[in-house]
């Protein structure tokens, strides 16, 4: 096994590496610090690195197609762009510490886990689970919409919000993006995954009802749907439906047996898992009216209907946010990663190639010291801010519930409720203000954070340095005179600082240059 070596580095001259999150078979998953994220945009970010060598060295095939998905995963992305499948926000080819070439993409942070481990203690309640599976359905069918089928719907792979009200989408690396396209391959996990994925492998006795769909047949929506109908059972029973791998869902723990939704529930969750694809479900919409309808209490009042017919009841997918309205933000350039075996014909062909495939893979570089203290000061900080947030919309939330009859006890809990509220609103403006605005800045003497924010302007071509010296340390980027920068650290004797060229003087020579490094202070100009 071979890690990356990116522990405590800057990636592409603008993300600082905080933590691994975790290893699959060929990917690393780092969570970031953006220094370049558009204002009022999170600063925290997810890395998904393509690591080709994390299970030993693969043959030509295997990393071409290891490329090929990934570069699959960032396109489905960009297609489905939708409130409830996860935002891919940018893309690249670097080199880390060790020398090691590997693509990545980056992705925005859902701090709140994933499905999976919401239910690990206990089932959802009933309407909880419908709240979340009625976004799953919402995005899901978007997808579908879009041409794309996502073949590795799990619990694992639905992620939340911090205040685990919204799920997202995630892990297109297998994702088909045309449903007419090729054969049908072995994909997804066999717990959760439709038979046609994997027809030779079963945990059970051999359902030959499952392999006499032709050859021939194209992969469906279907497919999705009965996955979504296990991650379902998941969701519902508190455990995995492993006793139903490749098989449908027959029977529901005896913990939930008793609930009035169960045996409709049950029937629905069957239809959707039935071997054959054309027994199910063929539309995400149809399977949520029914998971829908299902989940209704059993005793409702019946409608008066007097002279004219009564309206029918609009049906619960008329409901869903399929079209993503309210998803605004542009989609970041389209992603080119090379195929290893055609590096050499893209290179031969640069008139015609696309400039992405072309890029000259960025060298990660070490986060000085300084940095990395003033880098994990920030993180504390934001962590602070964003708990106080998080514990003031708890104390609302619990003060706007309570039933307490008018009383001294009640305006106490409701002042408490404002007081954190408050004080959550003056954190966030401290560090709006401190990290923008200084007005100490200009006193000699003082610490070096006290610089911060300030901008000013080259007096001079500068040579921006991966660390605060000049001493054998190779320019990474250039500040010509007359540019605008911005300071984003300083050393501790308050000579370098770190900035950040927020407006070039002359077009830049080298377009892959960095715009961030150390410069000495006295060759800038502040206002």
Same mark, same amino acid.
Request: aromatic share 6%; net charge neutral.
């Given at each position: 096994?071979?890690?990356?070596?990116?522990?405590?580095?800057?990636?592409?001259?603008?993300?600082?590496?905080?933590?691994? %999150?975790?290893?699959?078979?060929?990917?690393?998953?780092?969570?970031?610090? *953006?220094?370049?994220?558009?204002?009022?945009?999170?600063?925290?970010?997810?890395?998904?690195?393509?690591?080709?060598?994390?299970?030993?060295?693969? *043959?030509?095939?295997?990393?071409?197609?290891?490329?090929?998905?990934?570069?699959?995963?960032?396109?489905?992305?960009?297609?489905?762009?939708?409130?409830?499948?996860?935002?891919?926000?940018?893309? +690249?080819?670097?080199?880390?510490?060790?020398?090691?070439?590997?693509?990545?993409?980056?992705?925005?942070?859902?701090?709140?886990?994933?499905?999976?481990?919401?239910?690990?203690?206990?089932?959802?309640?009933?309407?909880?689970?419908?709240?979340?599976?009625?976004?799953?359905?919402?995005?899901?069918?978007?997808?579908?919409?879009?041409?794309?089928?996502?073949?590795? &719907? $799990?619990?694992?792979?639905?992620?939340?919000?911090?205040?685990?009200?919204?799920?997202?989408?995630?892990?297109? +690396?297998?994702?088909? %993006?045309?449903?007419?396209?090729?054969?049908?391959?072995?994909?997804?996990?066999?717990?959760?995954?439709?038979?046609?994925?994997?027809?030779?492998?079963?945990?059970?006795?051999?359902?030959?009802?499952?392999?006499?769909?032709?050859?021939?047949?194209?992969?469906?929506?279907?497919?999705?749907?009965?996955?979504?109908? $296990?991650?379902?059972?998941?969701?519902?029973? +508190?455990?995995?439906?492993?006793?139903?791998?490749?098989?449908?869902?027959?029977? /529901?723990?005896?913990?939930? $047996?008793?609930?009035?939704?169960?045996?409709?529930?049950?029937?629905?969750?069957? $239809?959707?898992?039935?071997?054959?694809?054309?027994?199910?479900?063929?539309?995400?919409?149809?399977?949520?009216?029914?998971?829908?309808?299902?989940?209704?209490?059993?005793?409702?009042? /019946?409608?008066?209907?007097?002279?004219?017919?009564?309206?029918?009841?609009?049906?619960?997918?008329?409901?869903?946010? &399929?079209?993503?309205?309210?998803?605004?933000?542009?989609?970041?350039?389209?992603?080119?990663?090379?195929?290893?075996?055609?590096?050499?014909?893209?290179?031969?062909?640069?008139?015609?190639?696309?400039?992405?495939?072309?890029?000259?893979?960025?060298?990660?570089?070490?986060?000085?010291?300084?940095?990395?203290?003033?880098?994990?000061?920030?993180?504390?900080?934001?962590?602070?801010?964003?708990?106080?947030?998080?514990?003031?919309?708890?104390?609302? =939330?619990?003060?706007?519930?309570?039933?307490?009859?008018?009383?001294?006890?009640?305006?106490?809990?409701?002042?408490?409720?404002?007081?954190?509220?408050?004080?959550?609103?003056? /954190?966030?403006?401290?560090?709006?203000?401190?990290?923008?605005?200084?007005?100490?800045?200009?006193?000699?003497?003082?610490?070096?954070? &006290?610089?911060?924010?300030?901008?000013?302007?080259?007096?001079?071509? %500068?040579?921006?340095?991966?660390?605060?010296?000049?001493?054998?340390?190779?320019?990474?980027?250039?500040?010509?005179?007359?540019?605008?920068?911005?300071? %984003?650290?300083?050393?501790?004797?308050?000579?370098?600082?770190?900035?950040?060229?927020?407006?070039?003087?002359?077009?830049?020579?080298?377009?892959?240059?960095? *715009?961030?490094?150390?410069?000495?202070?006295?060759? &800038? =100009?502040? *206002?």
């Amino acid at each position: 096994m071979s890690e990356l070596k990116l522990q405590q580095s800057r990636l592409d001259g603008r993300y600082d590496i905080i933590e691994c %999150l975790g290893r699959g078979s060929y990917a690393e998953i780092y969570v970031a610090n *953006d220094n370049a994220a558009p204002e009022g945009s999170p600063r925290t970010i997810v890395i998904k690195a393509l690591n080709l060598h994390l299970q030993g060295e693969p *043959d030509v095939e295997l990393e071409r197609t290891l490329v090929s998905n990934f570069q699959n995963e960032a396109v489905a992305l960009d297609r489905v762009r939708h409130p409830n499948v996860i935002n891919r926000l940018g893309h +690249g080819t670097a080199i880390d510490l060790a020398g090691t070439t590997f693509h990545y993409i980056v992705l925005e942070y859902l701090p709140g886990g994933d499905m999976f481990a919401l239910t690990r203690a206990r089932p959802l309640p009933i309407q909880k689970a419908l709240h979340y599976l009625e976004q799953v359905c919402s995005g899901l069918a978007h997808a579908h919409k879009c041409g794309v089928i996502h073949r590795d &719907i $799990k619990p694992q792979n639905l992620l939340l919000t911090a205040d685990k009200e919204v799920v997202k989408i995630a892990d297109f +690396g297998v994702a088909r %993006l045309d449903s007419t396209e090729g054969a049908i391959t072995r994909v997804g996990t066999n717990i959760y995954s439709a038979p046609e994925h994997n027809p030779l492998m079963h945990t059970g006795q051999l359902d030959t009802t499952g392999l006499r769909t032709p050859a021939r047949d194209y992969l469906t929506p279907a497919a999705d749907i009965y996955s979504l109908a $296990k991650t379902t059972y998941t969701l519902l029973a +508190g455990e995995s439906p492993r006793r139903f791998a490749q098989h449908a869902i027959t029977d /529901l723990p005896e913990a939930v $047996k008793q609930s009035f939704w169960a045996n409709p529930v049950l029937r629905v969750l069957e $239809k959707a898992t039935q071997s054959r694809p054309e027994d199910r479900f063929q539309t995400v919409e149809e399977f949520w009216d029914e998971i829908a309808d299902a989940a209704l209490p059993p005793t409702r009042p /019946l409608q008066m209907v007097t002279g004219a017919a009564a309206e029918p009841r609009r049906k619960p997918s008329q409901e869903l946010s &399929i079209e993503p309205e309210d998803f605004t933000e542009a989609a970041p350039p389209r992603p080119h990663f090379v195929l290893p075996e055609s590096r050499g014909a893209a290179l031969a062909n640069s008139a015609l190639a696309d400039n992405d495939s072309l890029r000259r893979p960025r060298i990660v570089v070490p986060i000085s010291a300084e940095a990395r203290r003033q880098m994990e000061l920030r993180a504390r900080q934001e962590i602070r801010v964003e708990q106080n947030m998080l514990n003031a919309r708890e104390q609302r =939330k619990a003060a706007a519930n309570s039933v307490l009859p008018p009383s001294r006890t009640r305006r106490a809990l409701v002042a408490a409720g404002l007081i954190l509220a408050f004080s959550g609103m003056l /954190l966030a403006t401290h560090k709006y203000v401190t990290t923008r605005w200084n007005p100490l800045a200009s006193i000699p003497g003082t610490s070096d954070f &006290i610089v911060v924010g300030r901008e000013g302007v080259t007096t001079t071509d %500068l040579n921006l340095r991966p660390v605060a010296s000049s001493a054998g340390n190779q320019p990474i980027g250039l500040a010509e005179s007359g540019s605008k920068v911005r300071v %984003l650290s300083a050393d501790s004797n308050n000579n370098w600082v770190e900035v950040l060229v927020v407006e070039h003087a002359r077009p830049k020579t080298d377009p892959y240059s960095s *715009d961030r490094g150390w410069v000495n202070k006295r060759y &800038i =100009k502040f *206002d």
